[in-house]
């Protein structure tokens, strides 16, 4: 996968998301798990912009938006 560059980030419905982890597994410092056991992205974490695609495409219940800076062109 190319990657796109104007990805800075995820946010993660809550109202969708189960706790399945998966996103977890396909970008693990992009992610952590709250108290309730449902994913939460971490903006500090060592993640790359791939990691956090494929984290979206990896979400068996399309809960995690992906973040986009308009200002730096996707590939
Ligand atoms: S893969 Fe989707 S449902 Fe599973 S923890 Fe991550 S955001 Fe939640």
Redesign the pocket.
Known sequence: MTEDRSVTGAY?DHDL???????LQMARGG?ELDEAG??VFRPGGQWAASDLEAAAD????A??SLVRDPRKPGD
């Open positions: 993660v998301c189960t706790g399945a982890t998966m996103c992610f449902q994913s990896s979400c068996p219940m809960a995690i």
